[in-house]
């Protein structure tokens, strides 16, 4: 049996030994340490692992780390909204995402072009830049061919961006599909409706993508999910481990809380009913904002499985 | 300058009533009522009216309410996820959902064939009947054409449920187009999918539906939205309106809170940053479980929409 | 067992129709009829009810729904912090409270001398005159004895105020005790020094308080708890019952979460642990806001005990 | 102006370069990095600093943090709810707290006599084990005078502790003085109450200590707040800086939010309604679980203000 165990700070303390000693200091310091090393079970046991994430954490530095983890192949597969695309490509593009306030005034804000995501300001002025940059792409891409699966577009977007801090082009790059199941939800559904207006052949087909996340994975396999935030991202990973004998490894980040019914609170608990995992010990819920728990959780797995030599 | 009064019970108190002194009793209860004053504002200017709902809110008896309002033309236009659109056919095809707890055993639950969603159990047997009844439904659909947009193919599947309880059928029956931008993130994305294989000229097209959904209002039109949750459906009818000039009225109902950065927890004054809306009295953010807030802010915009002769 | 029904609105519905449709809706829905039930059994059974709320309650207009639920003996015991000791007195006297926002400019509301709590201003003339009338009533209670048990002293204070919308008179009037286990932390609390300045013997027992709570109650005697909020108000009821041997009833109703390991965000599953409460048809926990969710619950329990005679 | 910048991972990573890196992240990780900033001016401006936080903190692993915080005398002064006494104070018996769950079978732990407090394990041996030892403490206390306000009582307690690990030890010998303003909320306020019935003469006065925390700090000093969690801990603190003058440096972290108007989720922008802080950079509010975010910019500000010399 764990007990409680106080806390005390050492000078030069790492982010390491900060997650294990959280292990020992209750509520969800605790679910953090145990989230850390179910990520290092879910690797070492060879499973195909899933990390799901919504776009505003794209929006965030985040997108630097999901990068990184993509070109270490943490991730076998990821899965995000269409946002997470639009503004990893931007970022490529040159664009900056100014930190502001959670309280600014709003009408003001529009009135100098700018979009506030939260603390976060994305100006008029990228998604024009977005415009003139995205239509050459699908160009090329109409070249090849006429029916685009929503991921293997994303690989062909990815490889074509060639910037090191891409999620896209790590992933590319690195033979991990992200499927995006909204993928007209944004500014890049407005430019493929424009494209479609001139090219009406031109398809872009989500039910063939289904095939593409199902056979992504097999019943055989062990699974994992590492869901950020909630909403179709985290159900999509889900779903179709579900239909594929369910999940084995389980990591819920979210901000959210099961007491409404959502998918974006539903807990580890909750899948157990839809799936098949049995043991807690392969099951964590963290609640807490993501930009903050998601970097602790998972350096501490990094430096661990750096140190077993699982890491590539 | 409205002050504080104290709340006081009259037997027999009507649900009007109640929301009205809410409105001067202060925090969430204050928005509440506010945002049943902006549901009527938006319907007596003739603005063209969003509603948009996450998949949990189907699931749950809110489905009748949705049902009620399509038939009364409370919205012009829906959108949701494709588990709303699965839980509702489900349930007209006479599939029943237990009320149950938010910590049973989750481990028995799933023993037993049964999916947990909050505190509402949904049978594995209601997804196998499911199944049975959505093949014959895509095999007409494929009969009349092989490319269908996504809103198209629901107002079809609602014509053919012929069930006055059905949000699909009142939607269908009243002319209320109903947007879904993730379809395939569900057991329906399953069977597309299966129906594909048999027949790879099937497409579901995204992005055609996508012109659906931004000539469904105009630049010259006002715009309002009912926005109860967060994720991809509330964002597509929000950007939707952006692009066609911004929302005149809109009421978030959520539980998410607007420190994460999320789409769930966005306000109506981050909405400011995005579109035209300049006036404070035009918006309204509820905190809380829809399931609550919802009918109580609806039913007293109903009771006065009413009274005014707006109902049809 | 009981299954999820359609709800539909019918015109000129009652609170008490909609709370009963809501049991069958889902989510939080469920959870709110559920307390209504509870909160009707508990009176039925002859329990002794504590009633305890954070003083943000007493400075909205829920104000007046307590006091009226002291004067129908809803309550046995009430427990508070001081801040609702205050606002109570000052909205006897007369002062008003404003409905402002949630988001102002908060160093020019400072500069107007406007105090904020939420979406509620309190003046700072408010609690000058709060002074003036304090004084002689502290020189009252110093002339008939030196030594005050907290909730002796607001029964006197509560008497003096002979207002038929304040908490304290309808409890005093009522024989029904208020605690308030931390009776320093307000404006009363430096009123209460500053007296004690120019009285050195003057007294403020809080001890002897602790057995006045402690002997409200018997080991014998059924007990429940409608608790509002969390923090000490809740704690010092559920402890006092605790020490009698637990809670037979208990309704939580909070929008704190159980996953921080706060008092305020503590199930009625957690009070299993620590008392003696075995069946879950006798506790219920609503998260939402109070302002919403209590008036809800407690209409249709009202109706209910009206009908069969209950109340007084 | 400052920019969003990708997050990367490097190994070997210490605490400080990765909330330092957080800042340029978004969302609570801007606002995490920005508390961590203020705790350091707070320090070098010489302002009195308060620490606030309620007792689940104190049942976690944060008390031998708080400990070695007061060792270090990083708060001038500190405000608790009596758990935490209670809880440190048993710590220093030598009991152990189990980690646990958040979701066990409660009714179960109540018949092994486990007490739970969110993931936390408190067993009634510990009470009982506490009961033994508080009464000679009492005793020794009431030899050398009848009347104790809080603040003094517990600096008696503390000294007689005589264990390094334990808050209210590391208090009393370095000068610190704790204020509860709830005193009797607890186990010790039952334990006070029978003291008193064999002792009349003996009171615990509570109006004194407002006193002693009022002359704590003085109008012509700096102030500053880190209040974790909410309730009457940080209302106590906030209250005696804003008849002081008001605070000039205040960090919130906690895991409620401002839109229920209650003092736990009362934001550093609504502080300033209440007192004279000018300057957005002297506030940060910071959403999450505090074993979490607490530890994270503390240990930051610790490093730097060692750094600067500024440690004691």
Request: aromatic share 10%.
């Amino acid at each position: 049996m764990a007990f409680v165990k106080d806390f005390v700070w050492k000078s030069g303390m790492s982010v390491e030994e900060l997650v294990s000693a959280l292990g020992s200091v209750g509520f969800q310091s605790v679910e953090l340490d145990k989230a850390s090393r179910i990520i290092v079970k879910m690797k070492e046991s060879g499973a195909k692992v899933f990390l799901t994430f919504t776009s505003n954490m794209a929006t965030s530095g985040l997108r630097g780390f999901f990068a990184q983890l993509a070109a270490m192949r943490i991730p076998d597969i990821m899965v995000t909204t269409v946002g997470s695309i639009e503004e990893d490509m931007m970022r490529s593009f040159g664009e900056k995402f100014a930190i502001g306030d959670f309280r600014p005034d709003d009408f003001a804000l529009y009135e100098e072009g700018v979009n506030r995501v939260g603390n976060i300001y994305v100006s008029n002025r990228s998604y024009e830049n977005f415009e003139s940059k995205v239509k050459p792409m699908l160009e090329k891409l109409y070249a090849r061919k006429k029916v685009w699966p929503v991921s293997e577009m994303l690989t062909e977007i990815g490889l074509a961006l060639n910037d090191e801090s891409s999620i896209l082009y790590q992933a590319a790059k690195n033979g991990i599909p992200i499927f995006c199941p909204a993928i007209t939800d944004g500014a890049l559904g407005f430019h493929l409706f424009m494209f479609q207006q001139d090219h009406p052949d031109f398809v872009v087909d989500v039910v063939k993508d289904f095939a593409n996340i199902l056979f992504a994975t097999s019943q055989d396999e062990k699974k994992g999910a590492i869901c950020l935030g909630g909403g179709v991202s985290k159900h999509y990973a889900i779903f179709s481990c579900l239909l594929n004998g369910g999940l084995d490894y389980a990591v819920y980040m979210t901000t959210a809380h099961a007491t409404s019914g959502s998918m974006s609170g539903a807990t580890t608990s909750e899948a157990k009913s839809w799936g098949k995992i049995k043991d807690d010990s392969d099951v964590a819920t963290v609640i807490g904002d993501v930009t903050i728990t998601f970097p602790l959780a998972m350096i501490k797995a990094l430096e661990e499985l750096k140190r077993k030599g699982v890491l590539k």
